[in-house]
Structure formats: structure tokens, C-alpha cells
């Protein structure tokens, strides 16, 4: 089967009441670990590549690795960049095979956010792409996105409607209280779940994205801070709020840091517990087989969308 963008797949998982997972890849490991676990469920996949993962792992050997995982699984999957901040970049990854752009232009006066996503959506429509756009700031650090509390906020939805209609976007990824990164929350986990319902109600049947919605696992950072790491107060977002969303009008929800920490807890053991361990698939091996493990929950139980390729 061939890379296809987020058209249907969105389209079918508004109907369905589930969300496709967006993962984030890096390398050889992540990306078999996330589309093992995918073949094993029969999910569709949406693998996100940052401007941050192209520079480290180059863009085409990062294609080749999923070019592998489509013949290895035969399963519908979008490759999508993550916060691209530029139509220059959103050209080259669509020019380069991608399927799907994101253009966060939030940090942006809304006009000129406008301006600009209208712009890259032209560019992805006339060549199949489809284009994600960004309205409302998630607060935290991932790769090249550093956002204080401060300058945070949240999505307004009277934009929304009007947002949509002027860019023509294909989704859309509001602020509803997640946040980049492994520390999302000082108290008690809140998300603006009224946002997200008055968006749907003035942008009926139109897919939005969750970003900033990794679980941070606390499995994993006891793990990392048993063997040697230094993760005081990492938490994330539950997952029975993220199922919430799933079944409401986000269609598609990102997935990086709890990777990093299932890939960090997973190496930091094995050399905890074997210090002369010297060998990479040894470390990796493991490592990849708990990204595995984490996907293939997320994908049944968070996401809904087992069964949906």
C-alpha cells in the first residue's frame, strides 16, 4: 500500500468515535517498534517527523525506514511533519514524499497566521498534501519548541470557524490544556474539554488535533530515576482523558515523550544491570520491544482505533 495523506483516515475516525495516533520517529528502533505494534492491531499510523528528527536522522534515510515499515506491514500510513514553522520547510518535506504538513503559525498574529497557513495549504492541495494549521499556545518544550506558561494560551473558538474557512486547512490542532514535554502539570491534570465541544459545535465534523498528549507513564520515570536519571515531578495526561477526547471530535492525538521515556528507562536498565554491556542491539533490542509494548496499548485502549486500517 502506498504513504496516503489524512483525508480518510480523519474522515473515518470522526465517525467512529476513535483518534489515529501520531507518532513521532527518530530512528530505526522507534520506527519498528511503533508499526510492529500497528501490524499486530491492524491500526492505520500517522508518523510525525519534526524539523528537529530530519536534521538529526536526514530526511531520506528517515523515508527509506518508513518506505521498509510500509512493505513490512501493508498498513495506511501518513507521514506528517510536526511544527513545521515555515513554508519553506513545508515545501521541502512536501516536495521530499511527505503526505501531510503541519504549519504552526501560532505564535503569529491570527491575521498572519492566516496568511501564512493559506499559503502552504495551496502549495499541499495542488499536490495532494493535506495541511494542518495551529490556533491557541501549548506551553512546554519538545525539539525546537520552547513556550513559557506565561505565553501560553488557550484556543478561542470564535477563531475557529473562521480560521478554517479562509485557510481551507484539513485539520487543526487547538490549546485545551496539554503541554510539550514530560512535566504538563504542576497540579491536578485539567483539560478545557468546553473548548473542545464549543470547536466541534461551530466546526461540525471537522478533525482536530491534540498535541502535547503523551501520558508520561509513570512506570518509566520511576524507571529512569531507579537507574541513575533525575526526572523529579514528570507527569502527563491521563490516559482516560485522552480516550475522552478520542471519542469527541479529535481525530488525531501526538505521541513523542512517552517514547523517550520507554526508549531511556528501557536503556538505562540494561546498563544498570549489565555495565559491561557493550553491544547497541542489546540496549536497542529491549528498548524497541517496549516502544512495541507502549504502542500497541495506546493504540487499543487510549486511541479506539485497533481494527480501524
Do not use: W
Not at 476513535?18 to 501490524?39: D, L, S
Not at 521541502?92 to 491575521?111: A, K, N, Q, R, Y
Not at 499559503?119 to 495541511?131: C, D, F, L, N, Q
Amino acid at each position: 500500500m502506498p504513504l496516503v495523506n489524512t483525508t480518510e483516515m480523519f474522515k473515518k475516525a470522526y465517525e467512529g468515535g476513535y483518534a489515529i495516533g501520531a507518532f513521532n520517529v527518530n530512528n530505526m528502533e522507534i520506527v519498528q517498534g511503533i508499526t510492529e505494534a500497528a501490524k499486530e492491531v491492524n491500526a492505520p499510523l500517522i508518523l510525525q517527523v519534526s524539523s528537529g528528527a530530519r536534521k538529526y536522522a536526514n530526511h531520506t534515510y528517515l523515508m527509506k525506514l518508513i518506505e521498509a515499515a510500509i512493505i513490512e506491514t501493508d498498513l495506511p500510513i501518513a507521514v506528517h511533519l510536526d511544527h513545521g514553522d515555515s513554508f519553506e520547510l513545508c515545501k521541502s518535506c512536501i516536495d521530499g514524499g511527505f503526505t501531510s504538513v503541519m504549519i504552526d503559525g501560532s505564535h503569529l498574529p491570527f491575521e498572519e497566521n492566516i496568511a501564512l497557513t493559506k499559503k502552504v495549504v495551496e502549495y499541499a492541495h495542488a499536490h495532494g498534501v493535506t495541511v494542518e494549521g495551529e490556533l491557541g499556545r501549548l506551553a512546554g518544550v519538545e525539539d525546537d519548541i520552547n513556550v513559557s506558561a506565561e505565553d501560553s494560551s488557550y484556543t478561542r473558538p470564535e477563531e475557529v470557524e473562521e480560521f478554517v474557512s479562509r485557510t481551507g486547512v484539513d485539520s487543526l490542532a487547538i490549546a485545551i490544556g496539554t503541554s510539550h514535554g514530560a512535566y504538563k502539570f504542576s497540579g491536578e491534570p485539567q483539560l478545557r474539554f468546553d473548548i473542545l465541544e464549543e470547536v466541534a459545535r461551530r466546526v461540525p465534523g471537522f478533525p482536530i488535533v491534540l498535541h502535547g498528549a503523551s501520558s508520561v507513564i509513570p512506570e518509566y520515570v520511576d524507571m529512569i530515576n531507579q537507574y541513575g536519571g533525575n526526572m523529579p515531578g514528570a507527569r502527563g495526561v491521563p490516559e482516560d482523558m485522552l480516550r475522552k477526547a478520542a471519542s469527541m471530535a479529535v481525530c488525531k492525538i501526538n505521541i513523542d515523550s512517552d517514547l523517550r521515556l520507554a526508549m531511556t528507562a528501557t536503556v538505562r536498565k540494561v546498563f544498570a544491570e549489565n555495565p559491561s554491556e557493550f553491544d547497541p542491539r542489546k540496549y536497542l533490542g529491549p528498548a524497541r520491544a517496549e516502544i512495541k509494548k507502549l504502542v500497541k496499548n495506546k493504540l487499543i485502549n487510549v486511541l479506539g482505533c485497533a481494527g480501524k486500517a
